[in-house]
């Protein structure tokens, strides 16, 4: 099967189905790949994300009401601010796509241990630091490519989040092994951070745009309940939103 082109976003699963999916699927790392014509992006070695701007006068506060807003998709949303500014999107197949995520070293794997996850976990940034300064791989995963970094954007700690981008320079374009980015973790927390997810969008707004194997954008995690603050962060960001391919 053929990758589809097409516009953000025809999709619209029901929220609740799409959270017991990511539970379920959470547990199923060895399923088969959707299969994909195979697209390039930019090479993980290159520098970061450079993003595109467009002027926020684009995007009026009367383009839809609270109420709207309240009722709307978010993935629909962000497709029509992108539209207004004349952007059309393919959604990326993550398993498929070349050269975009960095794969992990043996090293990384080995360094995945219960002393660097206690610390992610009670968020020690000191300790965290300690193993940086004493050479310790900082972008470390487990088998199923679940990264230290996946695991704070699940649980909202910013401020690990913030030391393991900005200082150990870890890299945001990684992934687990069912296709999903520390973007689709972070949408999926119990209440969004959007302080970590313009951390995130600032390093690479593409991973907004990538799915995982169940063919899901991150966005697609969005509890119903928290719609209407996806639906203004997106129009109060939209300049930032631009991937760059």
């Not at 487990?142 to 700690?157: D, M, V």
Request: hydrophobic share 35%; charged share 30%; net charge neutral.
């Amino acid at each position: 099967m053929h990758h589809e082109k097409r516009p953000i976003l025809k999709q619209k699963q029901q929220q609740s189905n799409l959270q017991l999916v990511y539970l379920n699927t959470c547990q199923k790392h060895r399923m088969t790949a959707m299969v994909s014509t195979k697209r390039s992006l930019p090479s993980s070695s290159e520098s970061s994300c450079k993003i595109a701007r467009v002027y926020l006068s684009e995007f009026p506060d009367r383009m839809m009401s609270t109420e709207q807003q309240n009722d709307t998709n978010p993935c629909d949303f962000l497709a029509k601010l992108l539209k207004l500014s004349g952007v059309e999107l393919d959604i990326i197949d993550s398993m498929t796509v070349e050269g975009f995520f960095e794969d992990y070293t043996e090293a990384e794997v080995n360094s995945y241990d219960n002393d660097i996850l206690t610390a992610v976990r009670s968020e020690d940034i000191d300790r965290l630091r300690e193993f940086h300064a004493d050479g310790r791989p900082m972008k470390c995963a487990n088998q199923f490519g679940e990264s230290i970094l996946h695991l704070a954007c699940r649980r909202n700690f910013f401020d690990v989040a913030q030391f393991l981008i900005k200082e150990a320079k870890i890299s945001v374009r990684i992934r687990d092994d069912y296709g999903r980015n520390i973007l689709h973790d972070a949408a999926w927390a119990c209440e969004p951070n959007f302080d970590l997810i313009e951390l995130i969008l600032e390093e690479c707004p593409d991973l907004l745009f990538m799915k995982d194997r169940r063919g899901h954008t991150p966005v697609s995690y969005a509890r119903r309940s928290h719609w209407a603050q996806w639906n203004k962060f997106f129009h109060k960001r939209a300049g930032a939103l631009i991937p760059k391919a």
